[in-house]
């Protein structure tokens, strides 16, 4: 069993910040990949930002604005968020692409959602 939990979500002014975290639990042997994917009301899951083997990447929309990083030891990945706008309102799911036993296949499993509201 593997369990992504995510936290910091929340309300903010436009032009605020949040900082969101995932920590990784459970049957885990290697993690390739770790990401933040975001679903707005009556639109599609996109992507946010990626991070893998210290690569990253992030969608145009959140590009100088957002920061994706990861700490290996404690299977946590962070988005710092900055400069936030009312469009960046959505619930933001983590995602770890990972090995979970040495013999097992790559997956990928995902956090439960946190809500983040841009609004003044």
């Known amino acids: 069993q593997v369990q992504l939990v995510e936290s910091g979500g929340g309300l903010v002014q436009p032009g605020g910040s949040l900082r969101l975290s995932c920590a990784a639990s459970?049957?885990?042997?290697?993690?390739?990949?770790m990401g933040w994917y975001r679903q707005a009301p009556g639109k599609e899951r996109e992507s946010v930002a990626l991070?893998?083997?210290?690569?990253?990447n992030y969608a145009d929309s959140v590009k100088g604005r957002f920061t994706i990083s990861r700490d290996n030891a404690k299977n946590t990945v962070y988005l710092q968020m900055n400069s936030l706008k009312p469009e960046d309102t959505a619930v933001y799911y983590c995602?770890?692409?990972?090995?979970?036993?040495?013999?097992?296949?790559?997956?990928?499993?995902w956090g439960q959602g946190t809500q983040v509201t841009v609004s003044s």
């Open positions: 995602s770890a692409y990972l090995q979970p036993t040495y013999s097992g296949y790559l997956n990928n499993y």
């Open positions: 459970g049957r885990i042997f290697s993690i390739h990949t």
């Open positions: 991070i893998s083997s210290g690569n990253t």
